[in-house]
Nanobody, 122 residues
Framework: QVQLVESGGGLVQAGGSLRLSCAAS????????MGWFRQAPGKEREFVTA????????YETPSLKGRFTISRDTAKNTVYLQMNSLKPEDTAVYYC???????????????WGQGTQVTVSS
């Protein structure tokens, strides 16, 4: 079993930055790929970015590349999402998720955090 807890969300002005954290616990969590997804009001959940268990491979959403960066600290069992140059359209609940394989599809991810709200004001 893997437990995921996100933190770091909040209210920020357009152009600002936030760093989200996802603390993972569980016996084999270090062997899982980790992903970030987001869901805006009235929209479907969408993939943001993901990182392999080793941290050596990342998947990114082309439209977010250059602004959003994923990283992981295996010693701390924590994954981060650094978000820069935030825009109002980035407003959403952000979720981290764990999967035994690195993938873009949320259906592959077995474990999910509760989500953290990010609100970007114009």
């Amino acid at each position: 079993q893997v437990q995921l807890v996100e933190s770091g969300g909040g209210l920020v002005q357009a152009g600002g930055s936030l760093r989200l954290s996802c603390a993972a616990s569980g016996r084999t969590v270090s062997t899982y790929a980790m992903g970030w997804f987001r869901q805006a009001p009235g929209k479907e959940r969408e993939f943001v970015t993901a990182i392999s268990w080793s941290g050596g491979t990342t998947y990114e959403t082309p439209s977010l590349k250059g602004r959003f960066t994923i990283s992981r600290d295996t010693a701390k069992n924590t994954v981060y999402l650094q978000m820069n140059s935030l825009k109002p359209e980035d407003t959403a609940v952000y979720y981290c998720a764990a999967s035994q394989s690195l993938d873009f599809s949320d259906s592959v991810y077995e474990y999910w955090g509760q989500g953290t709200q990010v609100t970007v004001s114009s």
